[in-house]
């Protein structure tokens, strides 16, 4: 197999500059609502807080995985390798969250 055809066969489309800047721009505004919700007390004394919190955060971590990270643009084996073990160890903390939850 020459060089020209492996190439080929690992060649995918990069995020271009301006996937960048409104990847960037969509970190921003999601970190803009995490601080501006902690400034409110009403809210921070609400049952809504840390969930919105950490829905916002797994966003953030999304993102970043799937753009700084180039996971979007990589073979579905590493996706799923990824993404595998990831799902696991979630299901498992959400799992200790309601064993060792105080009610």
Known sequence: MSTDRAHADHAHEH?????????ALWLFVITVLEVWAYYIPA???????VPSLLIMSAAKFVIV??????????HHLFRKL?????IIAGCTLVAFLFLFAKV
């Open 65 to 74: 995985v799937m753009f700084y990270m180039h996971l979007k643009y990589d």
């Open 43 to 49: 809210f921070v004394a609400s049952k809504a807080f």
């Open 15 to 23: 995020p271009t500059w301006k996937q960048y800047k409104w990847v």
């Open 82 to 86: 990824f993404t595998g073990p990831l």
